[in-house]
């Protein structure tokens, strides 16, 4: 039996069968690189995320202060810093337990993002310590983040967060700064920040320092 074109219907077969066959390969082959590409998406979420906040970690703070710092200077561009912490966080998880703990790190943390988002996506959250955070406001002077920066303030203080049907307030501290021209270092700017944040904490907490 003969075939259109002068295949044998044998071969008209085997060809069709090649051509199913390469079909699968390649469906699998592009279905593999979609997995790999949704895998490395997947880690490098992992690896810049903090796991019981989801706020970005430390590890991506350094990148991105780095990266806006020299952007800065290089540009003459503003750029500010904020850094609070939970007041007396100790003495949370000391009388509530570290699950309490963690559901206050977990509730501030979606505070301020809700906030962060409703203002402008650009500016980050990271959690940089235990029950420390800090927000990076890229091209903002100091003027332009205090707005956000009491938004959060006022936000955060006197917060009551649900826990085993008990009321847990909390309180913040926070420091605040612009980068300097005296400024070398990313972190000669960090140290700045963190002295404003030790200051509010070493005369009464509940304050934001700006120097």
Not at 19 to 47: G, H, P, Q, T, W
Not at 109 to 124: E, G, M, P, R
Request: hydrophobic letters at 40%; glycine letters at 4%; aromatic letters at 12%.
């Amino acid at each position: 039996m003969k075939v259109k074109f002068g295949f044998s219907w044998t071969t008209y077969v085997q060809e069709l069968s090649y051509l199913v066959i390469f079909e699968l390969l390649l469906y699998s082959y592009v279905r593999m690189l979609f997995r790999d590409d949704r895998l490395k998406a997947r880690l490098a979420e992992v690896a810049s995320h903090d796991a019981l906040t989801k706020a970005l970690n430390y590890s991506a703070y350094e990148t991105e202060v780095k990266y806006l710092f020299k952007n800065s200077r290089d540009n003459n561009l503003s750029f500010s810093m904020v850094m609070f912490d939970i007041d007396h966080f100790k003495r949370v998880n000391d009388t509530y337990g570290h699950l309490a703990g963690d559901r206050v790190l977990q509730h501030t943390v979606d505070v301020v993002q809700t906030i962060l988002n409703a203002n402008d996506s650009s500016v980050k959250l990271y959690r940089t310590g235990g029950e420390e955070f800090n927000v990076l406001f890229p091209n903002y002077d100091l003027r332009g983040t205090q707005i956000i920066v009491e938004e959060i303030f006022t936000a955060l203080n006197h917060l009551k967060v649900s826990f085993d049907n008990k009321e847990i307030e909390i309180s913040v501290s926070m420091g605040v700064s612009q980068i300097s021209n005296k400024d070398v270092t990313p972190n000669d700017f960090y140290k700045r920040v963190d002295n404003n944040l030790y200051y509010s904490k070493k005369h009464g907490r509940i304050q934001i320092t700006t120097i």
